[in-house]
Protein backbone atom coordinates (compact mmCIF):
# COMPACT_ATOMS: atom_id res chain seq x y z
CA UNK A 1 0.00 0.00 0.00
CA UNK A 2 1.52 3.60 -1.12
CA UNK A 3 2.50 6.03 1.45
CA UNK A 4 3.89 9.27 1.31
CA UNK A 5 5.33 11.97 4.44
CA UNK A 6 4.58 15.76 4.13
CA UNK A 7 6.90 18.29 5.79
CA UNK A 8 4.34 20.81 6.38
CA UNK A 9 4.91 24.34 7.60
CA UNK A 10 3.17 27.55 7.79
CA UNK A 11 2.99 31.28 8.51
CA UNK A 12 6.77 32.13 8.25
CA UNK A 13 6.06 36.07 8.26
CA UNK A 14 9.30 36.30 6.70
CA UNK A 15 11.08 39.84 6.37
CA UNK A 16 14.58 39.34 4.87
CA UNK A 17 14.78 42.22 2.48
CA UNK A 18 11.21 44.00 3.13
CA UNK A 19 12.63 46.75 5.91
CA UNK A 20 11.30 46.61 9.99
CA UNK A 21 10.39 43.53 11.78
CA UNK A 22 6.35 42.12 11.79
CA UNK A 23 4.11 44.50 13.96
CA UNK A 24 3.19 41.48 16.22
CA UNK A 25 6.61 41.02 17.85
CA UNK A 26 6.03 37.57 18.59
CA UNK A 27 6.19 36.96 14.68
CA UNK A 28 10.19 36.71 13.78
CA UNK A 29 10.17 37.81 10.29
CA UNK A 30 14.18 38.80 10.12
CA UNK A 31 15.16 34.94 12.19
CA UNK A 32 12.53 33.21 9.70
CA UNK A 33 15.55 32.98 6.78
CA UNK A 34 17.19 30.63 9.17
CA UNK A 35 14.43 29.20 10.73
CA UNK A 36 13.28 28.12 7.20
CA UNK A 37 16.58 26.32 6.38
CA UNK A 38 16.45 24.48 9.84
CA UNK A 39 13.20 23.52 9.30
CA UNK A 40 14.35 22.57 5.66
CA UNK A 41 17.57 20.55 7.55
CA UNK A 42 14.79 18.17 9.79
CA UNK A 43 12.39 17.34 6.62
CA UNK A 44 15.81 15.89 4.95
CA UNK A 45 16.62 14.18 7.88
CA UNK A 46 12.72 12.44 8.25
CA UNK A 47 12.85 11.32 4.81
CA UNK A 48 9.88 13.66 3.63
CA UNK A 49 8.28 13.04 0.41
CA UNK A 50 6.95 16.56 -0.19
CA UNK A 51 7.56 20.05 1.50
CA UNK A 52 3.92 21.90 1.59
CA UNK A 53 3.95 25.79 2.96
CA UNK A 54 0.08 27.00 3.62
CA UNK A 55 0.68 30.38 3.46
CA UNK A 56 2.00 33.48 4.77
CA UNK A 57 4.91 33.24 3.27
CA UNK A 58 6.41 36.67 3.32
CA UNK A 59 5.16 39.76 6.15
CA UNK A 60 3.92 42.03 3.22
CA UNK A 61 4.27 45.59 4.74
CA UNK A 62 0.91 47.81 4.79
CA UNK A 63 1.74 49.85 2.30
CA UNK A 64 2.39 47.74 -0.22
CA UNK A 65 -1.28 45.52 0.57
CA UNK A 66 -3.21 48.71 0.66
CA UNK A 67 -1.54 51.65 -0.81
CA UNK A 68 -1.50 55.11 0.29
CA UNK A 69 -0.93 58.36 -1.50
CA UNK A 70 -0.89 61.10 1.03
CA UNK A 71 2.66 60.84 1.53
CA UNK A 72 5.66 59.84 -0.66
CA UNK A 73 5.45 56.43 -2.66
CA UNK A 74 7.03 53.74 -0.56
CA UNK A 75 4.91 51.03 -2.71
CA UNK A 76 7.32 50.68 -5.54
CA UNK A 77 10.74 50.43 -3.29
CA UNK A 78 8.75 48.32 -1.11
CA UNK A 79 7.43 45.82 -3.95
CA UNK A 80 10.56 45.43 -5.04
CA UNK A 81 11.64 44.34 -1.25
CA UNK A 82 8.65 41.63 -1.41
CA UNK A 83 9.46 39.94 -4.81
CA UNK A 84 13.31 40.05 -3.63
CA UNK A 85 12.03 37.53 -0.45
CA UNK A 86 9.84 35.92 -2.56
CA UNK A 87 12.53 34.54 -4.40
CA UNK A 88 15.00 34.35 -1.41
CA UNK A 89 12.44 31.54 -0.71
CA UNK A 90 12.21 29.57 -3.63
CA UNK A 91 15.85 29.64 -3.96
CA UNK A 92 16.10 28.22 -0.17
CA UNK A 93 13.44 25.45 -1.16
CA UNK A 94 15.07 24.67 -4.21
CA UNK A 95 18.45 24.09 -2.83
CA UNK A 96 16.83 21.98 -0.14
CA UNK A 97 16.04 19.14 -3.12
CA UNK A 98 12.82 17.99 -1.88
CA UNK A 99 9.92 18.77 -4.33
CA UNK A 100 7.16 21.27 -2.64
CA UNK A 101 4.01 23.04 -3.01
CA UNK A 102 3.22 26.57 -1.61
CA UNK A 103 0.03 28.48 -1.46
CA UNK A 104 -0.39 32.39 -0.73
CA UNK A 105 -1.97 33.37 2.20
CA UNK A 106 -3.42 37.03 3.68
CA UNK A 107 -0.49 38.39 4.16
CA UNK A 108 1.14 37.66 1.01
CA UNK A 109 1.66 40.26 -2.06
CA UNK A 110 -1.18 38.29 -4.70
CA UNK A 111 0.62 39.36 -7.75
CA UNK A 112 4.39 39.30 -6.65
CA UNK A 113 3.51 35.54 -5.43
CA UNK A 114 2.29 34.87 -8.62
CA UNK A 115 5.47 36.31 -10.41
CA UNK A 116 7.60 34.16 -8.40
CA UNK A 117 5.79 31.02 -7.72
CA UNK A 118 2.73 30.96 -10.38
CA UNK A 119 4.61 28.04 -12.85
CA UNK A 120 3.43 25.88 -10.01
CA UNK A 121 0.10 23.70 -11.29
CA UNK A 122 -2.94 23.61 -9.13
CA UNK A 123 -3.49 20.07 -9.33
CA UNK A 124 -0.16 18.11 -9.22
CA UNK A 125 -0.14 14.39 -8.65
CA UNK A 126 2.77 12.76 -6.44
CA UNK A 127 2.30 9.03 -6.57
CA UNK A 128 -0.83 7.74 -5.78
CA UNK A 129 -2.00 11.56 -3.92
CA UNK A 130 -3.35 13.95 -5.91
CA UNK A 131 -2.91 17.61 -4.13
CA UNK A 132 -4.73 20.70 -4.67
CA UNK A 133 -3.79 23.90 -4.08
CA UNK A 134 -6.54 26.88 -3.24
CA UNK A 135 -5.59 30.40 -3.37
CA UNK A 136 -8.66 31.77 -1.37
CA UNK A 137 -8.41 35.66 0.16
CA UNK A 138 -10.21 37.24 2.67
CA UNK A 139 -12.92 39.57 1.19
CA UNK A 140 -15.63 42.15 3.44
CA UNK A 141 -14.67 42.63 6.87
CA UNK A 142 -11.47 40.41 6.45
CA UNK A 143 -13.40 37.41 6.27
CA UNK A 144 -11.96 34.25 4.03
CA UNK A 145 -14.37 33.23 1.58
CA UNK A 146 -14.00 30.11 -1.18
CA UNK A 147 -15.80 31.89 -4.21
CA UNK A 148 -15.49 32.02 -8.05
CA UNK A 149 -12.29 30.01 -9.55
CA UNK A 150 -11.60 28.84 -6.50
CA UNK A 151 -15.10 27.28 -5.56
CA UNK A 152 -15.39 25.89 -9.20
CA UNK A 153 -11.63 24.14 -8.78
CA UNK A 154 -13.43 22.45 -4.97
CA UNK A 155 -16.26 21.57 -7.09
CA UNK A 156 -14.51 19.65 -9.63
CA UNK A 157 -12.34 17.98 -7.81
CA UNK A 158 -14.84 16.89 -6.00
CA UNK A 159 -17.84 16.19 -7.88
CA UNK A 160 -16.02 15.45 -11.34
CA UNK A 161 -13.15 14.54 -10.95
CA UNK A 162 -12.71 10.54 -10.08
CA UNK A 163 -9.16 10.88 -8.30
CA UNK A 164 -9.73 9.37 -5.21
CA UNK A 165 -6.55 10.18 -2.77
CA UNK A 166 -6.67 13.69 -2.58
CA UNK A 167 -4.59 16.68 -0.50
CA UNK A 168 -6.60 19.92 -0.28
CA UNK A 169 -4.46 22.60 0.51
CA UNK A 170 -5.54 26.48 1.74
CA UNK A 171 -4.21 29.00 3.82
CA UNK A 172 -8.05 29.59 6.52
CA UNK A 173 -9.62 27.42 8.54
CA UNK A 174 -12.47 24.88 7.55
CA UNK A 175 -13.54 24.42 11.31
CA UNK A 176 -14.33 26.45 13.94
CA UNK A 177 -11.49 26.39 17.45
CA UNK A 178 -12.53 27.20 20.30
CA UNK A 179 -10.19 30.85 20.24
CA UNK A 180 -10.31 31.30 17.10
CA UNK A 181 -11.81 34.57 15.46
CA UNK A 182 -14.21 34.67 12.28
CA UNK A 183 -11.24 36.48 10.15
CA UNK A 184 -9.63 32.59 10.81
CA UNK A 185 -12.18 30.50 9.38
CA UNK A 186 -14.06 30.54 5.95
CA UNK A 187 -17.77 32.15 6.14
CA UNK A 188 -18.64 29.11 4.78
CA UNK A 189 -16.42 26.78 6.77
CA UNK A 190 -19.37 24.53 6.99
CA UNK A 191 -20.73 23.79 3.70
CA UNK A 192 -16.90 22.96 2.77
CA UNK A 193 -16.46 20.58 5.41
CA UNK A 194 -19.52 18.77 4.54
CA UNK A 195 -18.88 18.31 0.66
CA UNK A 196 -15.21 17.69 1.41
CA UNK A 197 -16.69 15.21 4.07
CA UNK A 198 -19.65 13.70 2.04
CA UNK A 199 -17.54 13.14 -1.33
CA UNK A 200 -14.66 10.43 0.09
CA UNK A 201 -12.27 11.74 -2.13
CA UNK A 202 -10.02 13.80 0.56
CA UNK A 203 -7.77 12.34 2.83
CA UNK A 204 -6.13 15.42 4.18
CA UNK A 205 -7.00 19.12 4.37
CA UNK A 206 -4.19 21.24 5.34
CA UNK A 207 -4.73 24.91 6.67
CA UNK A 208 -2.68 27.61 8.28
CA UNK A 209 -3.31 31.13 9.59
CA UNK A 210 -4.45 30.80 12.98
CA UNK A 211 -1.10 30.31 14.58
CA UNK A 212 -1.74 28.66 17.74
CA UNK A 213 -2.97 25.75 15.02
CA UNK A 214 -5.32 23.15 15.54
CA UNK A 215 -4.70 19.48 16.08
CA UNK A 216 -5.93 16.68 13.59
CA UNK A 217 -9.90 15.59 13.69
CA UNK A 218 -11.56 13.26 11.69
CA UNK A 219 -14.73 12.72 9.99
CA UNK A 220 -15.53 9.91 7.21
CA UNK A 221 -12.10 9.54 6.03
CA UNK A 222 -11.07 12.87 5.81
CA UNK A 223 -8.43 14.54 8.24
CA UNK A 224 -8.43 18.26 9.00
CA UNK A 225 -5.76 19.70 10.57
CA UNK A 226 -3.95 23.45 10.87
CA UNK A 227 0.06 23.69 11.05
CA UNK A 228 1.10 26.18 14.28
CA UNK A 229 2.90 28.99 12.58
CA UNK A 230 6.85 29.17 11.57
CA UNK A 231 7.36 32.40 13.22
CA UNK A 232 6.57 31.66 16.52
CA UNK A 233 8.83 30.06 18.96
CA UNK A 234 9.44 26.54 19.40
CA UNK A 235 9.33 27.28 15.65
CA UNK A 236 7.51 23.85 15.25
CA UNK A 237 6.92 22.09 11.83
CA UNK A 238 4.79 18.61 11.19
CA UNK A 239 5.55 15.28 9.29
CA UNK A 240 2.47 13.75 7.95
CA UNK A 241 2.52 9.79 7.73
CA UNK A 242 -0.28 9.34 5.39
CA UNK A 243 -1.37 6.10 3.49
CA UNK A 244 -3.94 5.10 0.94
CA UNK A 245 -6.66 3.81 3.00
CA UNK A 246 -6.34 7.45 5.13
CA UNK A 247 -4.61 5.93 7.64
CA UNK A 248 -2.97 9.36 9.20
CA UNK A 249 -0.15 9.58 11.38
CA UNK A 250 0.92 13.95 12.44
CA UNK A 251 4.23 14.75 14.25
CA UNK A 252 4.89 17.89 15.59
CA UNK A 253 8.56 18.60 16.54
CA UNK A 254 9.85 22.14 17.84
CA UNK A 255 12.90 23.29 16.12
CA UNK A 256 13.84 25.51 18.98
CA UNK A 257 12.40 25.94 22.46
CA UNK A 258 13.38 29.40 23.07
CA UNK A 259 13.36 32.75 20.59
CA UNK A 260 16.92 32.67 18.52
CA UNK A 261 17.75 36.09 20.87
CA UNK A 262 17.03 33.96 23.91
CA UNK A 263 19.94 35.06 26.59
CA UNK A 264 21.21 37.69 24.59
CA UNK A 265 22.77 41.09 26.10
CA UNK A 266 20.42 43.92 24.08
CA UNK A 267 20.96 47.24 23.60
CA UNK A 268 17.83 49.94 23.38
CA UNK A 269 18.00 52.64 21.38
CA UNK A 270 16.08 55.87 21.35
CA UNK A 271 14.87 56.50 17.72
CA UNK A 272 14.58 60.38 17.28
CA UNK A 273 17.88 62.35 17.62
CA UNK A 274 19.53 59.05 18.01
CA UNK A 275 18.94 57.19 14.89
CA UNK A 276 17.65 59.96 12.81
CA UNK A 277 18.11 63.60 12.54
CA UNK A 278 14.92 64.89 14.16
CA UNK A 279 14.38 65.50 17.61
CA UNK A 280 10.96 65.31 17.63
CA UNK A 281 9.12 64.11 14.82
CA UNK A 282 5.39 64.18 14.09
CA UNK A 283 5.34 63.75 10.03
CA UNK A 284 5.26 60.62 7.79
CA UNK A 285 8.43 59.57 6.39
CA UNK A 286 9.81 62.12 4.21
CA UNK A 287 11.71 64.16 6.69
CA UNK A 288 12.95 60.41 8.01
CA UNK A 289 16.69 60.99 7.65
CA UNK A 290 19.23 58.79 8.97
CA UNK A 291 22.59 60.25 11.47
CA UNK A 292 25.49 59.92 9.48
CA UNK A 293 26.92 55.99 11.09
CA UNK A 294 23.90 54.95 12.72
CA UNK A 295 23.37 52.24 10.34
CA UNK A 296 26.65 51.05 10.70
CA UNK A 297 26.68 50.91 14.99
CA UNK A 298 23.60 48.40 14.39
CA UNK A 299 25.31 46.19 12.34
CA UNK A 300 28.37 46.49 14.32
CA UNK A 301 26.29 45.89 17.53
CA UNK A 302 24.20 43.03 15.90
CA UNK A 303 27.67 41.09 15.06
CA UNK A 304 28.92 41.49 18.43
CA UNK A 305 26.06 39.46 19.65
CA UNK A 306 23.83 41.85 20.98
CA UNK A 307 19.83 42.00 20.72
CA UNK A 308 19.63 45.78 19.10
CA UNK A 309 15.58 46.78 20.10
CA UNK A 310 14.31 50.76 19.79
CA UNK A 311 12.36 52.18 22.56
CA UNK A 312 10.78 55.08 21.47
CA UNK A 313 7.81 57.82 22.61
CA UNK A 314 5.59 58.32 20.16
CA UNK A 315 3.27 61.00 21.67
CA UNK A 316 2.88 62.28 17.75
CA UNK A 317 0.03 59.93 17.74
CA UNK A 318 -1.85 60.65 20.98
CA UNK A 319 -1.40 64.18 19.69
CA UNK A 320 -3.37 63.65 16.54
CA UNK A 321 -0.06 64.80 14.36
CA UNK A 322 -0.17 61.13 12.62
CA UNK A 323 -2.32 57.86 12.82
CA UNK A 324 -0.47 54.75 14.12
CA UNK A 325 0.07 53.28 10.95
CA UNK A 326 2.17 55.91 9.99
CA UNK A 327 4.41 55.52 12.90
CA UNK A 328 5.08 52.33 11.50
CA UNK A 329 5.66 52.89 8.41
CA UNK A 330 7.92 55.19 9.37
CA UNK A 331 9.52 52.27 11.04
CA UNK A 332 9.83 50.29 7.87
CA UNK A 333 11.67 53.23 6.41
CA UNK A 334 14.05 53.77 8.63
CA UNK A 335 14.64 50.44 8.28
CA UNK A 336 14.68 50.75 4.41
CA UNK A 337 17.10 53.43 4.99
CA UNK A 338 19.14 51.33 6.80
CA UNK A 339 19.41 48.49 5.18
CA UNK A 340 20.25 50.69 1.72
CA UNK A 341 22.75 52.31 3.42
CA UNK A 342 24.88 49.66 4.03
CA UNK A 343 23.65 47.55 1.25
CA UNK A 344 23.17 44.96 4.48
CA UNK A 345 19.29 43.90 5.32
CA UNK A 346 21.17 42.81 8.63
CA UNK A 347 21.61 46.59 9.41
CA UNK A 348 18.23 46.76 10.89
CA UNK A 349 17.40 46.33 14.64
CA UNK A 350 15.51 43.47 15.94
CA UNK A 351 12.34 45.13 17.21
CA UNK A 352 10.63 48.13 17.65
CA UNK A 353 8.56 48.86 20.65
CA UNK A 354 6.53 52.74 20.83
CA UNK A 355 4.47 54.30 23.14
CA UNK A 356 1.59 56.43 22.16
CA UNK A 357 0.12 58.12 24.75
CA UNK A 358 0.15 61.66 25.16
CA UNK A 359 -1.91 62.28 28.90
CA UNK A 360 -4.04 65.52 29.32
CA UNK A 361 -3.04 66.44 25.79
CA UNK A 362 -4.11 63.62 24.28
CA UNK A 363 -6.92 64.12 21.42
CA UNK A 364 -9.09 61.03 22.18
CA UNK A 365 -9.23 59.37 26.13
CA UNK A 366 -8.27 56.12 24.25
CA UNK A 367 -4.56 57.74 23.68
CA UNK A 368 -3.76 59.07 27.39
CA UNK A 369 -2.40 56.34 28.90
CA UNK A 370 1.43 57.22 29.19
CA UNK A 371 2.73 54.26 31.32
CA UNK A 372 4.67 52.70 28.38
CA UNK A 373 6.33 56.15 28.27
CA UNK A 374 9.97 56.63 29.45
CA UNK A 375 10.99 57.16 31.70
CA UNK A 376 8.72 54.13 32.83
CA UNK A 377 11.08 51.53 31.97
CA UNK A 378 7.78 48.71 30.68
CA UNK A 379 8.18 48.64 27.04
CA UNK A 380 11.96 47.39 28.16
CA UNK A 381 10.62 44.93 30.48
CA UNK A 382 8.12 43.34 27.90
CA UNK A 383 10.83 43.40 25.61
CA UNK A 384 13.16 41.57 27.69
CA UNK A 385 10.55 39.04 28.48
CA UNK A 386 9.00 38.25 25.30
CA UNK A 387 12.39 37.38 23.65
CA UNK A 388 14.41 36.36 26.84
CA UNK A 389 17.22 37.98 26.82
CA UNK A 390 19.20 38.85 30.18
CA UNK A 391 19.93 42.42 31.56
CA UNK A 392 23.88 42.16 32.32
CA UNK A 393 25.75 44.26 30.20
CA UNK A 394 22.38 45.63 28.38
CA UNK A 395 22.42 49.34 27.81
CA UNK A 396 19.89 52.31 27.03
CA UNK A 397 20.89 54.99 24.71
CA UNK A 398 19.16 58.43 24.18
CA UNK A 399 19.83 61.89 23.24
CA UNK A 400 17.12 63.17 26.69
CA UNK A 401 17.30 62.61 30.20
CA UNK A 402 14.16 60.42 30.30
CA UNK A 403 16.28 57.78 28.40
CA UNK A 404 18.67 57.95 30.71
CA UNK A 405 16.08 57.54 33.64
CA UNK A 406 14.44 54.61 31.61
CA UNK A 407 17.68 52.93 31.77
CA UNK A 408 18.18 53.17 35.44
CA UNK A 409 14.78 52.38 35.86
CA UNK A 410 15.29 49.03 34.17
CA UNK A 411 18.26 48.12 35.67
CA UNK A 412 20.55 48.87 32.55
CA UNK A 413 23.40 51.22 31.84
CA UNK A 414 22.07 54.28 30.70
CA UNK A 415 24.33 56.11 27.85
CA UNK A 416 23.77 59.49 26.73
CA UNK A 417 24.68 60.56 22.57
CA UNK A 418 25.62 64.37 21.99
CA UNK A 419 23.28 64.07 19.13
CA UNK A 420 19.23 65.12 19.19
CA UNK A 421 19.14 66.69 22.31
CA UNK A 422 22.03 65.66 23.74
CA UNK A 423 24.09 68.42 24.52
CA UNK A 424 20.83 70.39 25.73
CA UNK A 425 20.82 67.65 28.37
CA UNK A 426 24.62 67.07 29.31
CA UNK A 427 24.22 70.73 30.19
CA UNK A 428 21.06 70.09 32.21
CA UNK A 429 21.69 67.03 34.05
CA UNK A 430 22.70 66.66 37.78
CA UNK A 431 26.41 64.88 37.74
CA UNK A 432 25.90 63.45 41.19
CA UNK A 433 21.84 61.95 39.86
CA UNK A 434 24.43 59.97 36.97
CA UNK A 435 27.80 59.47 38.66
CA UNK A 436 30.33 57.83 35.99
CA UNK A 437 27.64 58.14 32.88
CA UNK A 438 28.88 57.45 29.43
CA UNK A 439 28.58 59.96 27.28
CA UNK A 440 29.70 60.03 23.79
CA UNK A 441 29.61 61.69 20.10
CA UNK A 442 26.89 59.66 18.58
CA UNK A 443 25.61 56.73 18.05
CA UNK A 444 28.38 54.71 16.39
CA UNK A 445 31.01 55.99 18.80
CA UNK A 446 28.39 54.43 21.76
CA UNK A 447 28.38 51.24 19.78
CA UNK A 448 32.21 51.14 19.79
CA UNK A 449 32.72 51.81 22.77
CA UNK A 450 29.89 49.00 24.45
CA UNK A 451 32.00 46.73 22.04
CA UNK A 452 34.84 47.49 23.66
CA UNK A 453 33.91 47.71 27.01
CA UNK A 454 31.47 45.21 27.14
CA UNK A 455 30.63 45.38 30.87
CA UNK A 456 27.56 46.92 32.93
CA UNK A 457 28.83 49.97 34.86
CA UNK A 458 25.42 50.43 36.51
Known amino acids: ?44 SSSVDLVVITGDLVDSPAIVLNSNDYYMDLMTPFRETVRQDYRLIRSILEQAGIPWIVIPGNSDTGDLFTEVFGDQPLIQDFGAFRFVSFH ?17 LMEKVLFEDEHYRQIHLQHFLIRKEHQSKSTHRYLEWENIRNITRDSRKVLLSLSGHYHPGHSPRKEGITTWYGAPSLCRAPYSVTIHQLREDGEHICTEEPLCEAPLLAGKSVVFLDRDGVINTLSAYTTGPEEMQLIPGSAQAVKKLREAGFAIMVNTNQSCIGLGYVPESVVQLNHEYMCYLMSRELDDPE ?22 DMSFTKPSP ?81
Open 136 to 152: DRQWEENRPRRIDRERR
Open 1 to 44: MESIRIGHISDLHLRYHIPGSSLKHKNRSREMVTILRKALQRFR
Open 378 to 458: ALLEKAIQEFSLKKEGSWMIGDREGDLLCGLNGNLSPLLVMTGQGQKTAASIREEKYPGLIVKRDLLAAAEFIINNNKSRW
Open 347 to 368: AQPDAIYYSIGAGNRAIHPTLE
